[in-house]
């Protein structure tokens, strides 16, 4: 079942939430017109009270029929709830209708009450539905969508009836107009229910059998939501939330009566106020539906929780009818949704699929308990002469409070959406796999390790919370302390290990997900370093699964060693493209480091083929580099002969036509000749371009340049191609090859480096030193070089060991290396 959920497209949903936007517009735009009407027919003084009473109307049924409304929903299926919702709406306009026609108020009211009760039942089956149809993975942008729309339907419907209701009722009167706009809410009422039918059915998770005790289950149900604390922190903001909205809404209507002289012209100045806190609710709505991608992000509620005192005392300091009041109408309804979207999410996604209706429906009931009391105190405020403004300035107290109580308790939360949101805008991180990651219980995840950025990106990535085992030595700075604590991760130090690992299988025995990154640090060369054992003991200590993970296109960022820093360099491109690739399922007990390793390396090979362009487009990027400064010097030989770019490119193309490269020495001539035989074949210029891109993304890049003298195992032809397409400098004498960046300083000593390529995947592995090694002071994680060894795989390779040793490459295909025993206990390739 849940696999048929995922493989639902989104826009299943449509018809859901046209439906339930068209309904909320209806009971808003009969909410709006009501109290203006009342003001028309009976005086504005009695705008207020018929104000209050329509509130009033609209929140009791929740109240009564919320327990009930919960069982239909957990018994039946909840499309047939939501359908007979639906059609239940033309009922109640129906009433209504009636009631202006014969000018009665008071049955108006009565039919306004049956929208009301036709929206409690409403509202837990269309929540409730949407994990049924799109499953947990979208449901936070599905929360989103229908949040947003929501409020659109609301907003947009008090703006619509009560500008229109001021259009008609200087021609048709105050009943005529109301009239009308009932018999418009009827015909798209009737519109919903028809949209809605072709919705999949969904299954009945077989609640109960209905018995009486359910109609007084209030608190039974309010018990239940209120045992769990995630739960019940959901529901109280969800409710604050609401209940503002309550408050804000009489406010606003008192407000318009305050500063218009007259009765024309009150409806369409606060639905102009509505309509603007419904773009800021759509605006934080959209933006929250954005970053929920593939979670539910709760750190997104304090930030809104902090900016909703800051908008309602703009509200109160401003006059009504200059721009400042207007952004302060927008502030509140994008602060509003970035506090309330998320917590719906969470209320849904944690609910168990027999349980969520009545959840919801506690939910719900916690929240018109909490609206009555708003209304009350508007009634109370009112009563005692306080002003629409002051009424703003009294609630910006509790809003306060609000704040400091969110960024209390998700402290966590709040300063991962900050790092989340900058990474939205910053980086593109691509997710891939992330159906092998299990959606509860502990689980090891093992990654690479390249950067300082590489916990966000994993927490951005994954939809669970993630914990983290981290070097104490990182805890020595101030700011990295705070980080670790309210993030719980775990330190680990030579003299206090065992503790450390007790701590960390403790976690993963409660449920939690745990990330390691197994190299020990992070790498300065940009290779993968051995996984470390020790880590890998957690799990099978713990008897929890691991699940490897590669960070790719990391090397390059500023968080990255790339360039020889960490931090102070320019971003290479805006914004930067990450790759998160997770991988399946292993079983601790017979996995080891070296298996955990290949997993990680093939996931990142993977990765690394995918930004590897199609031929054609390889083709043309060379042909693009071909053309850049042709005259420019490639290359010079011993015997002081040289070659431009161009002339090098007229070669590779070509061949020698041309009288001038028989100059060339003929101990380099080969060299030539397989430099150009390598571009000609089909699969060279792949071959080429993945061969430049891995040296790129090594530490050796960040060098002046490098000499190649041995080149009994790295070809010289893949150095060549390295130095042309880097746009470098070229010397080939006493039978090596120098390469070096333009515009550094040629008196600068280039280190001598070896290393392995393959006919089949171009470069594989370089040994070289990092500036640290040529410094004398590094650490393991900077030790790019071994004596007597071809030095680390590059980045976008794996191998196999089993028996013969051979590298994997974009291709996937087995590429035996006859010559090569294996990787040592560094990582280091060895010859036999």
Request: proline content about 4%; aromatic content about 12%.
């Amino acid at each position: 079942m849940n696999e048929e959920k995922d493989r639902r497209p989104f826009w299943v949903l449509i018809p859901l939430l046209i439906s339930q936007t068209i309904g909320a517009l209806n009971d808003n735009g009969m909410k709006a017109m009501l109290p203006i009407m009342a003001a028309f027919q009976f005086g504005k003084d009695q705008m207020d009270q018929t104000n209050q009473i329509v509130s009033l109307l609209l929140i009791i049924p929740f109240v009564v029929f919320a327990p009930w409304a919960g069982w239909v929903s957990d018994r039946f299926s909840k499309k047939r709830v939501v359908s007979y919702a639906l059609l239940g709406q033309v009922l109640g306009l129906s009433v209504l209708c009636f009631a202006l026609f014969i000018e009665n108020l008071t049955v108006g009211l009565v039919g306004f009450f049956l929208l009301a009760v036709q929206s409690a039942f409403f509202s837990p089956g269309k929540k409730g539905i949407l994990k049924e149809l799109v499953g947990s993975d979208r449901l936070g942008m599905a929360v989103g969508w229908m949040e947003m729309l929501t409020m659109l339907g609301i907003l947009g419907g008090a703006f619509a009836a009560a500008s229109y209701f001021d259009f008609l009722v200087p021609d048709y009167g105050g009943w005529k107009a109301g009239l009308i706009l009932s018999l418009i809410a009827i015909g798209l009422a009737l519109f919903s229910w028809l949209l809605f039918i072709p919705t999949p059915q969904t299954e009945a998770p077989k609640a109960k059998s209905f018995q009486w005790g359910v109609l007084l289950s209030h608190w039974s149900d309010l018990s239940s939501l209120w045992k769990e604390r995630g739960l019940r922190g959901a529901a109280i903001g969800d409710a604050w939330f609401w209940s503002v909205g309550s408050f804000f809404y009489l406010v606003l209507v008192k407000l318009s009566g305050e500063v218009v002289v007259g009765k024309f012209g009150m409806g369409g100045l606060y639905g102009y106020w509505f309509l603007l806190l419904g773009l800021g609710i759509m605006m934080g709505s959209l933006f929250v539906a954005y970053l929920n991608r593939g979670r539910v992000e709760m750190g997104l509620t304090p930030i809104g929780a902090i900016l909703m005192p800051l908008a309602l005392m703009i509200l109160y300091f401003v006059d009504p009818f200059e721009n400042v009041f207007d952004c302060g109408c927008l502030l509140l309804g994008f602060s509003g949704a970035l506090f309330a979207v998320p917590l719906n999410g969470y209320l849904q996604d944690r609910a168990g699929e027999s349980e969520r209706g009545r959840v919801l429906a506690a939910s719900n009931l916690l929240t018109q308990l909490s609206s009555i009391g708003l209304i009350l105190v508007h009634a109370l405020l009112s009563y005692l002469g306080f002003s629409a403004k002051q009424e703003l300035l009294i609630m910006a107290i509790p809003a306060c409070l609000v704040a400091y109580i969110s960024l209390r308790f998700l402290m966590e939360d709040f300063f991962r959406a900050w790092f989340h949101i900058f990474l939205r805008i910053f980086y593109r991180i691509r997710i891939v796999g992330m159906d092998k990651f299990p959606r509860k219980d502990g689980v090891l995840l093992v990654s690479n390790h390249l950067s300082y950025a590489d916990p966000v990106f994993i927490g951005a990535a994954f939809p669970r919370k993630i914990r983290y085992l981290a070097y104490s030595g990182l805890a020595d700075s101030r700011i990295m302390r705070f980080v670790f604590r309210i993030t719980h991760t775990v330190t680990v130090s030579a003299n206090r290990s065992l503790d450390s690992m007790k701590a960390c299988v403790r976690r993963l025995k409660e449920g939690l997900p745990l990330c390691v990154f197994a190299e020990g640090g992070i790498s300065r060369t940009g290779s993968v370093f051995t996984f470390k054992r020790g880590v890998l003991l957690l799990a099978k200590q713990a008897h929890v699964p691991i699940v490897p993970v590669h960070i790719d296109g990391v090397w390059g960022s500023i968080f990255s060693m790339q360039r020889g820093r960490f931090f102070f360099k320019k971003p290479l491109r805006f914004p930067y493209h990450v790759t998160v690739r997770v991988g399946a399922e292993m079983d601790a007990s017979s996995a080891n480091g070296a298996d955990v390793q290949l997993a990680v390396l093939d996931l990142g090979r993977e990765s690394f083929a995918e930004r590897v362009p199609p031929r054609q487009k390889v083709s043309k990027l060379i042909n693009r580099i071909f053309r850049i400064c042709p005259k420019e010097q490639f290359i010079c030989f011993e015997n002081m002969f040289t070659l431009s770019r161009g002339d090098v490119a007229e070669f590779l193309k070509d061949g020698m036509e041309s009288k001038k490269y028989l100059s060339i020495p003929k101990e380099y001539m080969p060299w030539m000749n397989s430099m150009q035989a390598v571009y000609q074949d089909e699969s060279g210029p792949a071959k080429i371009w993945s061969s430049l891109l891995r040296v790129k993304e090594s530490h050796l890049w960040d060098l002046d340049g490098f000499v190649v003298q041995d080149t009994k195992y790295l070809k010289p032809e893949w150095i060549l191609w390295i130095g042309y397409l880097g746009i470098c400098k070229v010397e080939c004498k006493d039978g090596g090859i120098s390469i070096q960046h333009r515009n550094k300083d040629e008196s600068v000593v280039l280190q001598s480096v070896n290393g392995l390529s393959t006919d089949r995947n171009g470069l594989i592995s370089l040994n070289f030193k990092s500036v640290a090694e040529q410094n004398g002071d590094f650490d393991e994680m900077e030790q790019g070089f071994k004596k007597n060894s071809l030095g680390r795989l590059l980045p976008g390779l794996s191998y196999k060991n089993d028996p013969q040793f051979g590298i994997l490459g974009t291709d996937e295909v087995f590429d035996a290396v006859d010559m090569v025993q294996g990787l040592d206990e560094d990582g280091f390739l060895v010859v036999k």
